[in-house]
């Protein structure tokens, strides 16, 4: 999992950053109490420990081109590995699949798909179901509104939970300090 110990000032350089990768270092380093070369350690720290995978610039779809976001259910015909390898080598070269996910429950992946309109979509759907890559059934909805869409990881909300559990496991049965 993690391989490097994070303090107080590395936790505010992911929060900062992923809020906008745009930053410069000198008013990174502002923002977090350091110099310019100590924080630019810590972001290539950072990097290099690969809690920073990349950089990129989140374009406006709806600025950009008419389109429709859909999220399809996809259960395979089969269930042994490859199977699985095979679906989702496919499904990963499809530029239209946002993401992907193999979901327990009653079907097997959730995709979310961008299509121009609902013709396209159906192209979609029968260039998958052509590929022979094992699709038994697959239900399709389409988004009528996008309520909320984000990247960013909620760290600090994410490490108090987990300072919660670890404070919970160790209480004993009579304790009410929680």
């Not at 109490?33 to 989140?58: D, F, H, M, T």
Request: aromatic content about 6%.
């Amino acid at each position: 999992m993690l391989n490097i110990k994070l303090d107080r000032i590395d936790l505010k350089i992911l929060l900062l950053m992923q809020k906008d990768a745009r930053i410069t270092n000198a008013a990174l380093a502002e923002k977090v109490g350091l110099s310019s070369s100590p924080c630019l350690e810590r972001v290539r720290k950072l990097e290099k420990a690969k809690l920073i995978n990349q950089y990129r610039a989140v374009l406006n779809a709806d600025r950009l081109i008419q389109h429709v976001h859909v999220f399809m259910e996809i259960t395979l015909e089969k269930h042994f590995a490859q199977d699985f390898v095979l679906f989702e080598k496919y499904v990963c070269a499809m530029p239209e699949v946002l993401s992907c996910s193999l979901i327990s429950g009653d079907f097997d992946y959730l995709l979310r798909v961008i299509a121009v309109d609902v013709v396209h979509l159906h192209s979609i759907s029968q260039r998958m179901f052509a590929a022979e890559i094992g699709i038994a059934k697959h239900f399709t909805y389409i988004s009528l509104k996008n309520v909320k869409d984000t990247t960013e990881i909620p760290l600090e909300e994410l490490l108090e939970a987990r300072q919660q559990t670890v404070l919970t496991e160790f209480m004993t049965p009579g304790d009410s300090t929680a």
